[in-house]
């Protein structure tokens, strides 16, 4: 089974579950085999967008032999019910650029394990940087929450027949937006190299530099909410 975020450190709060994490040596930005209760998982990621994570799945594929794929990692909630570290398990996955609509099935959680929220997952090619546009997806799709890489592998999985999931985490409320704009600091693959971010940070420290440590702490959260639930999951 493959399970592919944007960052490897969408995979932190997963470590202390798993077995050793071996380096699969992948044309990718991370790639790590391991074991959790039992099963063989394929941790990949390589940067933020639908390109990236395609290539990310696409190389894991290549050399391993793949019986699930897995949408995970962060995500701005649209719902306002939706607070910062909550775990959504997708009942669909919506593309915004296409229209294209993916079906997700739903792992089999622990009764022992941590509670999620469902609901649709919308996935578009940009960061979503303001309270009224996810208040417009909101309206749009009757989603709960927006990613950049979930339909990507919904697309992968639905053309080679192999089961699909899709389980996020909160990061920014659907009343937050953001005053960097995360955008502008992407190259031309789709990458977004952190040094962009930081000397936009530079440019109104004041207002940033507080985002930016917000969100990391909220980044962690929802990390070890992730690591929580996934390894209390049967796929």
Known sequence: MVVVAAMARE?????????????LQLPIEFARQTM?????WVLAANGPGPRLARAAVEAVAAKVRLRAAVSTGYCGALDPRLGPGEVIVATEVID????????????????????????RVV????????????????RRYDACAVDMEA??????ARARN????????V????SEGFSIDFERARRADGSMPVSRILW????????????IKRLQSRCRLASDRLGEFLAGCRF
């Open 36 to 40: 959790v209760a039992g099963e063989c």
């Open 96 to 119: 915004a650029d296409t229209g294209e609509r993916f079906a997700v099935q739903r792992p089999v959680a622990s009764e022992a394990g941590s509670t999620a929220a469902t609901g």
């Open 123 to 138: 996935t578009g090619d940009r960061v979503i940087s303001s309270s009224d546009e996810k208040s417009g997806l909101q």
């Open 171 to 174: 990061t920014d409320l659907s």
């Open 11 to 23: 995979f932190d709060g997963l470590r202390r579950y798993t077995g050793p994490w071996l380096d």
């Open 162 to 169: 192999v089961p699909f999931y899709c389980v996020r985490a």
């Open 200 to 211: 936009q940070a530079l440019a109104k420290p004041w207002v940033r530099f507080p985002e």
């Open 151 to 156: 339909a990507a592998v919904g697309a992968w």
